[in-house]
């Protein structure tokens, strides 16, 4: 509009006019990319609509020889390894992020599940009950909701062709639907730390690669720290030897029980993203081992083929775990953990 009265008073004036250039005007500054949602308990980029804000959901996996094999741990996020009676082993899986469809054989709780999930309260229990004095621990932990086979028995059938008492399973929409998980809300908190930049492929490097990501940990623990980790053994007794071998095609860690692949129900090898050795006190003097996670002791965290020692470290039950080494927290890459709470007095080797 303003060029047609312009260009009039030209026509009108013998003298030459001169116009200037109008000045280009700013481009606007680029938005900044939105941080990407993460899953609190793997460090991993949240499933496009998944509710963050839900809970924890946690399960006792049995690990008897005729519990073979196992169902859902593969999509657990974090899963423990617990001395039971008899020298054996068994699981408790820590989910968020991920549902399974098939998860089991679900069996009793022990003393040390709820010091365990008082981290990730408000927390889901799925276990197939427990002695008196557990379960009285468990209904006294402020946080720990219980969706156990007493309390939440219709999200759990027994499965033919699996022998007694191997054979009680369900899934995490059976327990998420019971009555007593609605309105909890609160997503799961926890004392591990996870960089993004361990995700990525080394062969890959971004061009950036000199400037720290977006929400990423300051660097982990010093670097003489690390040492070659390509393996891990260790045996909770002489009938639970377990070991884990880094695949570099994947850059996970693949679980071995007994010297044989250990397979899940899907006919995968189970296996882990970070694989973390906890030396913990245990007192075998009554009917069951007690485990003792409050306190400090050696820890051996292994990850993208490297082993880094150094401790855990809880004050408290009211505490989180962390892990440290050279007064820093040891980084996990995104994914899997599972943490191997192994007897103070039982050996570990990493090769």
Not at 271 to 291: D, H, L
Not at 320 to 341: D, M, Y
Request: glycine share 10%; proline share 12%; net charge negative.
């Amino acid at each position: 509009m303003l060029l047609i009265p312009l260009l009039g008073a030209a026509c009108n004036n013998d003298e030459p006019q001169t116009t200037s250039a109008a000045s280009p005007s700013p481009s606007p500054s680029p938005s900044p990319e939105p941080e990407p949602v993460r899953c609190p308990l793997t460090g991993v980029e949240a499933p496009e609509g998944l509710d963050v804000n839900r809970p924890a959901l946690a399960f006792k996996i049995d690990n008897h020889p005729r519990a073979q094999p196992p169902a859902g741990l593969e999509a657990a996020d974090i899963v423990y390894e617990e001395l039971v009676e008899g020298g054996l082993t068994r699981f408790l899986g820590v989910n968020h992020c991920r549902d399974i469809e098939d998860l089991g054989p679900i069996r009793s709780a022990r003393a040390v599940d709820p010091d365990i999930l008082v981290q990730y309260s408000p927390a889901l229990f799925a276990h197939s009950g427990a002695s008196p004095n557990n379960l009285r621990k468990i209904g006294a932990t402020a946080g720990i909701v219980d969706v156990s086979h007493g309390a939440a028995g219709p999200a759990f059938s027994r499965r033919r062709g699996r022998p007694a008492p191997h054979n009680l399973f369900t899934s995490t929409e059976a327990l998420r639907s019971r009555p007593a998980a609605q309105g909890v809300n609160g997503p799961p908190e926890t004392g591990l730390v996870f960089d993004p930049e361990l995700g990525e492929d080394p062969d890959e490097p971004s061009p950036e690669a000199d400037s720290p990501s977006p929400g990423a940990s300051e660097p982990a623990e010093p670097e003489a720290a690390a040492a070659p980790g390509t393996k891990v053994s260790l045996s909770y007794s002489g009938a639970a030897a377990v070991s884990y071998t880094y695949d570099p095609a994947t850059r996970l860690y693949l679980r071995a029980i007994g010297g044989q692949p250990h397979l899940a129900a899907t006919g995968d090898q189970l296996s882990a993203t970070n694989v973390v050795v906890m030396k913990v006190p245990v007192n075998r003097s009554g009917s069951s081992p007690e485990i003792a996670t409050a306190g400090t002791g050696e820890a051996i965290v292994l990850r993208n083929g490297e082993a880094i020692r150094g401790e855990w470290v809880r004050p408290s039950l009211a505490h989180q775990i962390t892990l440290v080494a050279g007064g820093k927290p040891i980084a996990l890459a995104p994914g899997s953990t599972w943490i191997n709470l192994l007897p103070n007095d039982r050996p570990a080797t990493v090769e």
